[in-house]
Every structure is written in structure tokens, then in C-alpha cells.
């Protein structure tokens, strides 16, 4: 059990601007994860092993992409208990995402909007804070990375900077989650699309075989989606999934719908909302893609996870595992034990 309860330095966190609060979370356990300190935080991890896409994972609980960016905390969050961490989105050269200010709450609906683009270090220093990290994995937890494309990048070269990615990360991952979701890069969702998928995912599992040999074990690779799509673009997703062989899917991203915030202070801010008004529109996507994809194909939920009823939605609507993000702001480190041991209890 955590030395310090969340209860009494969320108060604080929130009384800073989003941006602001987040960087100092991220800088402090960044400094002291390799210390005592982190005893301050450190959570025993629930026991419940499963193997998805060749990998053993701890437990069913997951930290998603976007949190730490620059993967700096991979240790740090490691000792709050969750099964497997992802981190990036990394793109290969560094960026400085989107105008300040550039995240928002929307407390009353436990939600977030964020429209960050991307920021992030770039691939080398990305790829060197990856190395440092030791105890998370010598623990057995499972270290996924993301991939994205640089904003400066036409879209249709899109698929040099995956490529680029899929190379750099792929001796140091896990598995491999490429980001086509994000509403806050330019036309990056036009990637979901049938043609464009079909391109992008031909080159990516050419290129993973290419490496497989290279490296000589096999990475599997998760595409990421998002929450706004229709019957009909599932469909096409599910079966380029199928044809191209992919290993898994996260369902989903943030979304860019308003209805369930209207109303409410920043809602009209640009971006993509996260939290509980995400959370039945990533359910419906999961039963879809479970539908199109049947039994045993791996599916990553994401997506309004606030508590362990949530997380269990997740898998009764198809999930094998499950990652948390905004909740975890809201809640902090507890939600990992509540929804780990609920998961857990089937």
C-alpha cells in the first residue's frame, strides 16, 4: 500500500493548470523511481496472469500511451502495480505538439480534453530512456511502445516515419502499438481508412518479419483506433486486421464528440475528449471488433475506465486486457489495484 494516499495531493495536482500538473507528476517520479521514495507511492501487484499475442502478462491492467510520452517513469509507474505499461507516442524526430494551453478538465464528467500533438522528444532519447528502465520489466511486467508520424510529414509519406518507428523501438518493446487514432495530428485518421490501412499495414508486417529475422524473436504489433467510427469502418478495420495478419487492437483512442459534455466549461475546446463519456462508445467498438475479429484474436480496451466495474465492462464486451489513463488521474493509483483485483475475480 502506498505510504502517501492519492486523496491528499490531488487536491493540490488539481489546483495546477492540467499541463503543469502533469509535467511535475511526471518529473517527480522520473527523479525519485530509482530511490526509497518510490516506496511513497509503491503498490503490491495483483496476481492474475494471462497470456494474450505470446506474451504473460502479470495481470490485465494496463497504464495506456500518452501518459509518459517520453517513456522517463516506466519503473516509477511499474510500482503502482499494473500488469503492462505503454508509453509514447514517440515519433521519429523531436516535436513540440500543439499551442498552450492545450489540455483541459471537465471535472463534472470525470473527462479530459486534450489536444497535445504528438509532443514528445523524438526517437533517440526516447529509445535511451527505455534502456534505463529495469525493475518493471525484471519484474515481469510487459513494456509496450507507441508509434506515431511527425506533424511536418505529408500524410502520404506517412508511412516512412511508422516504418522508421517500427524499427527504432522494436529491439527494446514487448509489442508495438502503431497510433493512426489521434485527432490532434493533421489528417492522421484518414490512415483508418480501407486504402490507406491496406498500404500502411502491408509495409508495417513486411518490415516486422524483415525484423523478426534480424533480431531473432518475433514483436507483436497492436494497431490503435479510434471511437468514431461506424459499423461499416469497422468492418473494413476488423478485416485488414485479419488479412495482413496483425497481432491485436487498442479500442479505443479519445474521442471528438461533445454530446455527453455540452454544456460544461472547456467542452468546446478542440481536441480529444477522454474519460467517462468515452467509455459506452469504446464498449460498442470493442463488441463490434469482437464480432468481426471472433474468439482469440487479441483486443486491447481503452476508454472511460473509472473504477473495476468499468474495467470489467471491458472484458464482458470482448477486451482481453484493459488500460486506464484519465481514470487514473481522477483516481490515481488505487484505481490499478480496484480494477486489477476485479478483473481478476472474473
Not at 23 to 37: F, G, K, V
Not at 58 to 66: E, F, I, T, V
Not at 132 to 161: C, M, Q, W, Y
Request: charged share 20%; hydrophobic share 40%; with cysteine.
Amino acid at each position: 500500500m502506498a505510504l502517501i494516499p492519492y486523496a491528499l495531493t490531488r487536491p493540490f495536482l488539481f489546483g495546477l493548470d492540467p499541463e503543469c500538473a502533469h509535467e511535475l507528476t511526471l518529473d517527480s517520479i522520473a527523479r525519485l523511481q530509482h530511490t526509497p521514495a518510490r516506496l511513497a507511492w509503491s503498490q503490491r501487484r495483483v496476481a492474475d496472469p494471462v497470456t494474450v499475442a505470446g506474451l504473460r502478462f502479470p495481470n490485465r491492467l494496463g497504464l495506456a500511451a500518452g501518459l509518459d510520452k517520453n517513456g522517463r517513469c516506466i519503473d516509477g509507474f511499474g510500482a503502482m502495480g499494473f500488469g503492462f505499461i505503454e508509453v509514447g507516442t514517440v515519433t521519429p524526430k523531436a516535436q513540440p505538439g500543439n499551442p498552450k494551453p492545450r489540455m483541459f478538465r471537465l471535472p463534472e464528467q470525470q473527462a479530459l480534453i486534450n489536444r497535445l500533438g504528438f509532443n514528445n522528444d523524438g526517437l533517440d532519447a526516447f529509445i535511451a530512456n527505455v534502456r534505463r528502465a529495469h525493475s518493471f520489466r525484471a519484474s515481469g511486467g510487459v513494456l509496450g511502445l507507441n508509434i506515431g508520424k511527425n506533424a511536418s510529414t505529408p500524410i502520404e509519406n506517412a508511412i516512412d516515419d511508422y516504418l522508421i518507428g517500427l524499427a527504432g523501438v522494436y529491439p527494446h518493446a514487448d509489442y508495438v502499438t502503431v497510433n493512426i487514432s489521434s485527432p490532434n495530428t493533421k489528417n492522421l485518421r484518414a490512415l483508418q481508412s480501407d486504402e490507406a490501412l491496406d498500404g500502411l499495414l502491408g509495409a508495417l508486417v513486411a518490415r516486422q518479419a524483415e525484423l523478426a529475422t534480424q533480431h531473432g524473436r518475433r514483436v507483436p504489433v497492436f494497431l490503435k483506433i479510434a471511437p468514431d467510427l461506424d459499423e461499416t469502418q469497422i468492418r473494413v478495420i476488423a478485416a485488414t486486421l485479419k488479412k495482413h495478419g496483425m497481432d491485436g487492437v487498442i479500442a479505443t483512442n479519445t474521442t471528438l464528440s461533445r454530446d455527453a459534455v455540452k454544456g460544461l466549461r472547456h467542452a468546446e475546446e478542440t481536441g480529444g475528449l477522454s474519460g467517462t463519456p468515452v467509455r459506452e462508445m469504446s464498449n460498442q467498438v470493442i463488441r463490434a471488433l469482437r464480432s468481426e475479429l471472433g474468439a482469440g484474436f487479441p483486443i486491447i480496451g481503452a476508454g472511460g475506465v473509472m473504477s473495476g466495474e468499468d474495467a470489467r465492462a471491458k472484458l464482458a464486451a470482448g477486451a482481453d486486457l484493459v488500460q486506464v489513463y484519465t481514470g487514473f488521474i481522477y483516481a490515481g493509483p488505487p484505481l490499478v489495484t480496484e480494477a486489477a483485483s476485479a478483473m481478476a475475480r472474473g
